[in-house]
């Protein structure tokens, strides 16, 4: 297609490549005094009945993962959790994504590249690893490719534990915040850090407990106006009974 076309989604491009289509039916080509619609229609009783089973273009890969935790589909890496490394993988390259399979279980999702020689990574998949070899922290791909997206709040985050607990004990118990996305929202968890760095928090179990405070609904009060009551107590009967006061 030339010029190429600049889209925000494969559906918008699919849908004007559609679009597109069906105003060139309408075009007549040199020498030819029918348009496309009519040749076309003239065209139809040759052909063959469309099958009843869509053609499938989805490719199947058995690839091991390798030390980087990161397999090799047209010269481009997708990461998968490190504890696959060495593993045997089955993977379905679609036209928009990567799926990566250990025992028919999924255990990786990517958008897939079309360029050569680039690198999908999920830094969720490195963070156990990391956080046994904290020192490897700052200088793994994963981890460079996330901090582009990070607000400026995590860093302040990171730097404050590392004040706070030293260096390796720092970096972490930080580790242990980015866990946290795993199981809560991303905004949540941002808002969470907010609170700590303005309560001046320096662990990770305190981020935790704000997360979990926020979550939790409380517990809704009932009316009891509209509940059968007892009749008030007659209590003079108690002045009828004989005894020494």
Known sequence: MVPIPETDSLEILNERILQECFAHGNHRTAGQQQTINELFEQETEFLLETPRVPFSNIQSYNRKADKYA?????????????????????????????????????????????????????????????????????????????????????EKLLQHFCRSQGENHGIKDFISVLMLFRDHPKNDVYAAIELALAATISNSDGIKHILLANQETPDKIESLSDRPTLADADTSIYGQLGGVI
Do not use: C
């Open 70 to 154: 990161t397999v090799i589909i047209d010269k481009n890496r997708y990461s998968v959790p490190v504890k696959y490394s060495g593993r045997q993988l089955r993977t379905l390259a679609h036209f928009d994504r990567i799926e990566i399979f250990y025992q028919n279980r999924k255990v990786a999702e990517h958008q897939r590249l079309y360029n050569d020689n680039q690198w999908q990574l999920n830094p969720d998949h490195y963070l156990e690893l990391l956080q046994q070899r904290p020192l490897a922290f700052h200088s793994a791909r994963a981890i460079q490719q996330w901090k582009e997206q990070w607000p400026e709040t995590m």
